[in-house]
Every structure is written in C-alpha cells, then in structure tokens.
C-alpha cells in the first residue's frame, strides 16, 4: 500500500482487485482523447443482455483541481470535483447528480504515515454521515467502517478490518454486516518478474451459514499481455485476457461459464478500453 495504512478501502483491495477487476461478462467499449485545450474525453458502451448503456466523462485537471462530467444515456449528469491536498494530506471530493436534488455529497479523505481517515455527507436535511478511520503502518493496520442515519438515529453500516503485510503476500480479514458476515483474503506475489500473484478469499454469513469461497491468479505472458482466471464455490469459473496493444491502450476479452450447468450458462465479454 506504500507509506502509511491508507484508507479502510485499501483492506484487502489488492485480493478484490486480482479475483474482480476486469471479470466482465458483458460487452464494452471505451475510448478516450484529449482536446487541444487538455480536456480528456472518454465514451464508453456497454451492452448488458437486450440494453445498451452509455456515458460520456468530460475530465479537466487544473492544478490540484480536477473536475469530472459524467453524461448518461438515462439522461444523469454526474458531476464530481476534486481537490488534492488542500492541506497537506488532505483530499477534499463533491459530487452532485443531476436532476437529483438530494444526491449532492461532500467527502473528505486524510492520509498520514500512521493514519487513514475518511468521511462523507450528503448534503439533504437528515443526511446519512459515514466515517471510516485505519490506524497502523504499511505493515499493519486495523480499523472500521460505519455509517449513520441522522433521519432514523440508527447505524446503516458497521464494519471493521485488519491488514497485513509481509513482503510479497498481503492478509486481510473483515467483519461486515453488522457482524453478520466475516470476509478473509489472502493475496501473494509468486513472480514478479511476470506478475504472477495467486488469491484466494473466503467469506462466511452467519445468518445463512452460507460460505463461499474464491480462488483466482494472474500472470503476465510478455510484457503487454495478462491472463487471469478465478473460480468459486458455486461452480462458476471466470477468465480473461488483457492486451495491451498500443501504450495506455487495453483490448480484453472474458469469459464466464457456470461449470454446474455448462450447457445452460455461458457468457463472453469484451471490452476495449483506451487509457489515459
């Protein structure tokens, strides 16, 4: 995570990222430009079953100040603003969807070597306030997650984490729901050399005695191409593969097969994404 504990979403992120980020079993498109006065344009498709969805984010970065537009074909105009260290340490975010006049929000984020702390509002009459604090240090960390209906007076959220650390293999445990579920991680660099990492994550609700369990990897074929693939205890198995075929710029195509019911369930994705 580098210097410091980071945020409570920095817990287990790495494991989410490798068993999560990137499985798509719909069809997308992304492409991104820049306008001659700097402003970055990315449009995005995404066909989901008979719907076809679509966005365009206008970004414009003024100094420590960045701006985003977000328009959708629900007819949503998402407009967030960002502002990096107004303070030192310290990030302060807006965000307000249009037509929606109860959906403004504020937030802001601290980072420092031994602390993470985070909190937001929405900006209505009984707004609901979420806090989440991490103490410790790059090799360490616990903390907590809760959010606070001020219309009800009741608690919405409460959550509470540990991190850990050591050289190539990152353990995470997590207690959600109110207590009702507990969420284990486990992630590990194997090569780094071809960023070959194995996770695995185990979660457990105690109202259902259900649990369920996922294990995935990744590892890059050359420098410009990345397998992963992941499988879960229901029997649905996940893959895909990643090029990047010019720099900042990603073709991926995954796949989702429900292994109980192989002649009844099966989805492709694919998705091109420019990055800037």
Same mark, same amino acid.
């Given at each position: 995570?580098? =210097?410091?504990?980071?945020?409570?979403?920095?817990?287990?992120?790495?494991?989410?990222? $490798?068993?999560?980020?990137?499985?798509?079993?719909?069809?997308? @498109?992304?492409?991104?430009t820049?306008?001659?006065?700097?402003?970055?344009?990315t449009?995005?498709?995404?066909?989901? /079953?008979?719907?076809?969805?679509?966005d365009?984010?206008f970004? $414009?970065?003024?100094?420590? !100040?960045?701006?985003?537009? =977000?328009?959708?074909?629900?007819?949503?105009?998402l !407009?967030?603003?960002?502002?990096?260290?107004?303070?030192?340490? $310290?990030? #302060?975010?807006?965000s307000?969807?249009?037509?929606?006049?109860?959906? /403004?929000?504020?937030?802001?984020?601290y980072?420092?070597?031994?602390? /993470?702390?985070?909190? #937001?509002?929405g900006?209505?009459?009984n707004?609901?306030?979420?806090?989440?604090?991490?103490?410790?240090?790059?090799?360490?960390?616990?903390?907590?997650?809760?959010?606070?209906?001020? =219309?009800s007076?009741?608690?919405t959220?409460?959550?509470a984490? @540990?991190n850990?650390?050591?050289?190539?293999l990152?353990a995470?445990?997590?207690?959600?729901?109110?207590?009702?579920?507990?969420?284990?991680s486990y992630?590990?660099?194997?090569?780094p050399?071809?960023n070959?990492?194995?996770?695995?994550?185990?979660?457990?609700?105690?109202?259902?005695k259900?649990?369920?369990?996922?294990?995935?990897?990744?590892?890059?074929?050359?420098?410009?191409?990345?397998?992963?693939?992941?499988?879960? #205890?229901a029997g649905i198995?996940?893959?895909?593969?990643?090029?990047?075929?010019?720099?900042k710029?990603?073709?991926?195509?995954? /796949?989702?097969?429900?292994? =109980?019911? !192989?002649? &009844?369930s099966a &989805?492709v994705? $694919?998705a091109l994404?420019? &990055?800037?």
């Open positions: 995570m580098g =210097k410091g504990p980071g945020l409570y979403t920095d817990i287990g992120k790495k494991a989410r990222d $490798l068993l999560y980020k990137d499985h798509n079993s719909d069809q997308k @498109l992304s492409i991104t820049y306008s001659p006065a700097g402003v970055a344009i449009s995005t498709g995404t066909k989901k /079953g008979e719907s076809l969805l679509g365009v984010v970004q $414009l970065k003024q100094k420590n !100040i960045t701006t985003d537009f =977000k328009v959708s074909t629900d007819n949503t105009v !407009i967030t603003a960002t502002v990096d260290e107004a303070a030192p340490g $310290l990030k #302060s975010i807006f307000f969807k249009a037509p929606d006049q109860n959906s /403004g929000k504020i937030e802001l984020q980072l420092h070597d031994y602390a /993470g702390i985070s909190t #937001s509002m900006l209505t009459q707004p609901t306030v979420n806090f989440s604090g991490v103490i410790g240090n790059n090799a360490l960390a616990v903390g907590t997650d809760v959010s606070f209906d001020t =219309k007076g009741n608690f959220k409460i959550n984490g @540990l850990f650390t050591k050289d190539d990152i995470s445990l997590t207690l959600n729901d109110k207590g009702d579920s507990v969420n284990a992630y590990h660099i194997v090569n050399l071809f070959t990492a194995v996770g695995a994550e185990v979660n457990h609700k105690f109202s259902s259900v649990n369920t369990i996922t294990v995935g990897t990744q590892h890059s074929i050359d420098p410009l191409t990345m397998v992963k693939a992941r499988v879960n #205890s198995a996940n893959a895909l593969i990643q090029h990047e075929w010019s720099p710029s990603f073709f991926t195509v995954s /796949g989702e097969v429900d292994t =109980k019911a !192989i002649d &009844k &989805k994705g $694919l994404s420019l &990055k800037p």
